[in-house]
């Protein structure tokens, strides 16, 4: 079948991939966000990145994320305001990994509308826990370029190395089963409440992220082509 939309002038639409650690959004955002050249703003990346910097946020961030447990709500929402105020969110943005907590949604409502975006787009990602946990033991993500692999199901051509670019490839801090164990408890306990949420105002399409990536990416390609094909007033 031809594929009838293939934009690539952006989404106008703000975005939020939905769904429990290991779900794939990170890989479908990157994938969707380079398709319609907007930006992937994942709030884990971010916060990654300043603790790497040793920002006055990242070390504030860091004992929350090495114990697999929510950053507050108020340091995540400024980061995400400042970020989404960029230039290169005009033409919209695709939001992985926030917002977790009912609160952070209800003030990323009040942020839009008050900066005119209306309403976001919410694709949620199903996925059950067995396959949530195979997945996140066996993340690897490269150092040099943040491709991701996992070492059960899409391995790299040479172990612990990236095919891309050679970079070594690491397994994130909390990725280690303990930690997780705690992050899937977090997102039944605060996050799983957003599914209802967005649900309820008919904002939100499900996704089956059991599928494999490829055919996930065609469908998450679909609802999105669908979005820009019929703009929110
Ligand atoms: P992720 O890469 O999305 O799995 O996020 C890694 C960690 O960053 C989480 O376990 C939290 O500690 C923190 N984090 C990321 N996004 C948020 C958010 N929206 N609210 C609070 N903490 C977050």
Redesign the pocket.
């Known amino acids: 079948m031809p594929n009838p939309v293939r934009p690539t002038a952006g989404l106008h639409r703000a975005v939020i991939f939905l769904g429990p ?1 290991g779900a794939g ?2 890989t479908q955002a990157k994938l969707a966000a380079k398709e319609h050249g907007i930006p992937h703003l ?7 990145d300043h603790v790497a910097r040793g920002t006055a946020l990242g070390k504030l ?1 860091k004992q ?2 090495d ?7 108020d ?2 929402l400024q980061m ?1 305001e400042e970020r989404i105020s960029q230039a290169d969110c005009a033409n919209g943005f695709v939001l ?6 009912l609160p ?1 949604a209800e003030k990323l409502d009040a942020i839009l509308q008050r900066k005119a975006w209306g309403r976001p787009l919410v694709v949620h990602f199903a996925v059950d826990s067995a396959q949530l946990l195979r997945r996140l033991t066996g993340r690897r993500t490269c150092k040099v370029g943040g491709e991701i692999y996992n070492i059960y199901d899409s391995p790299p051509k040479v172990a612990g190395r990236c095919d891309n670019d050679g970079g070594e490839l690491i397994q ?1 801090a ?1 990725d280690r089963e303990e ?1 997780i164990a705690e ?1 899937l408890a ?1 997102y039944e306990k605060q996050t799983r409440v957003l599914i209802e949420y967005y649900r309820a105002q008919g904002i939100l399409v499900d996704v089956n992220g059991m599928a494999k990536p490829a055919e996930v990416a065609e469908r998450v390609q679909q609802i999105l082509a669908s979005a820009v094909a019929n703009p929110v007033k």
């Open positions: 650690p959004k990170g994942s709030t884990g990346d971010m916060l990654r961030a929350y994320m114990g697999g447990n929510l950053v507050p709500d340091l995540v995400v992985d990994g926030f917002p977790r907590t952070q994130r909390d930690v992050r977090v």
